[in-house]
T-cell receptor, first 112, second 113 residues
Framework: NAGVTQTPKFQVLKTGQSMTLQCAQDMNHEYMSWYRQDPGMGLRLIHY???????DQGEVPNGYNVSRSTTEDFPLRLLSAAPSQTSVYFC???????????FGSGTRLTVV | GENVEQHPSTLSVQEGDSAVIKCTYSDSASNYFPWYKQELGKRPQLIID?????GEKKDQRIAVTLNKTAKHFSLHITETQPEDSAVYFCAATASSNTGKLIFGQGTTLQVKP
């Protein structure tokens, strides 16, 4: 039982490049979400999903796309990386009944 | 809209003292209130939670209290130790009952030896 697995752990991109951050969970959780955390800041919700085929925007969705084709996977796509997207990204999952999130270990992204 | 306010933003205590962090939520339909601890460079970890049908919950040195009428909940840490130093986040379920949590802004707790 791996919980929530995020890859990669570290990534450096050049401005304008695209990439996908992977997130997978093996707990059969319906709810999955992506957050970004900037230095000294809290957790800001990017996108979330309540089940396969269903996604919705959070508070900072611009520049990011998501899809949810399976219950297990919730990838986050950066379309054209910008220095403002330099951050630590966390994926989190839970059931729909209201329980604590399980967070992935995070992806530290630097855009130069 | 959905909102969780957390105070203070920073808190410094002497080892052995108690620490209290307070949160206020906006949506009366919120029914689950977890607390997370995030150590430097690590992921947030759930440390304690409380549901709306309970007023208080304890787990060793940590406790959470909930006042539904006032829409307040608090984290209490007694006999603080240096390893309690971290950022603490409170959260509340969004009224849409989707599993979505609304997080507070975080409190940086420093425990001085």
């Amino acid at each position: 039982n791996a919980g929530v697995t995020q890859t990669p752990k570290f990534q450096v991109l050049k401005t304008g490049q695209s990439m996908t951050l992977q997130c997978a969970q093996d707990m059969n959780h319906e709810y999955m979400s992506w957050y970004r955390q900037d230095p000294g800041m809290g957790l800001r919700l990017i996108h979330y999903s309540v089940g396969a085929g269903i996604t919705d925007q959070g508070e900072v969705p611009n520049g990011y796309n998501v899809s949810r084709s399976t219950t297990e996977d919730f990838p986050l796509r950066l379309l054209s990386a910008a220095p403002s997207q330099t951050s630590v990204y966390f994926c989190a999952s839970s059931n729909l009944q209201g329980s604590g999130y399980t967070f992935g270990s995070g992806t530290r992204l630097t855009v130069v | 809209g959905e909102n969780v306010e957390q105070h203070p933003s920073t808190l410094s205590v002497q080892e052995g003292d108690s620490a209290v962090i307070k949160c206020t939520y906006s949506d009366s339909a919120s029914n689950y209130f977890p607390w997370y601890k995030q150590e430097l460079g690590k992921r947030p970890q759930l440390i304690i939670d409380i549901r709306s049908n309970v007023g208080e919950k304890k787990d060793q040195r940590i406790a959470v209290t909930l006042n539904k009428t006032a829409k307040h909940f608090s984290l209490h840490i007694t006999e603080t130790q240096p390893e309690d130093s971290a950022v603490y986040f409170c959260a509340a379920t969004a009224s849409s009952n989707t599993g979505k949590l609304i997080f507070g802004q975080g409190t940086t707790l420093q425990v001085k030896p």
